[in-house]
């Protein structure tokens, strides 16, 4: 059974740092490419990142272009969002997800963690 396992997330203060971990006991890492998704209180789930199977093609939406980077160990099989520069508007439950289809633009994903949460105060 695959498993998505979100740990790294807490509270931090506006223009603090955090990097969230993605392990993914189960899967077939390497074949899949990686997102990571994010769903504030009242609003919906919306995207934030993707990286390839290699890892050599990343992703992002425009609001944490600049301020977040997406990565991936495949010896590991743990995929990684380091967060900088946040901002109150970046609270929300942080997900990470992962599907066999190889385009990162894609925003439909096959396998979902539970979420971690994110709270930047200012």
């Known amino acids: 059974q695959v498993q998505l396992v979100e740990s790294g997330g807490g509270l931090v203060q506006a223009g603090g740092s955090l990097r969230l971990s993605c392990a993914a006991p189960?899967?077939?890492?390497?074949?899949?490419?990686m997102g990571w998704f994010r769903q504030a209180p009242g609003k919906e789930r919306e995207f934030v990142a993707a990286?390839?199977?290699?890892?050599?093609?990343?992703f992002y939406t425009k609001s944490v272009q600049g301020r977040f980077t997406i990565s991936r160990d495949n010896a590991k099989n743990t995929v990684y969002l380091q967060m900088t520069s946040l901002q109150p508007e970046d609270t929300a439950v942080y997900y990470c997800a992962a599907d066999r289809s190889i385009r990162i633009t894609a925003l439909s994903y096959a396998y979902w963690g539970q979420g971690t949460q994110v709270t930047v105060s200012s």
């Open positions: 189960g899967l077939t890492f390497g074949s899949n490419r």
């Open positions: 990286i390839s199977w290699s890892g050599d093609s990343t």
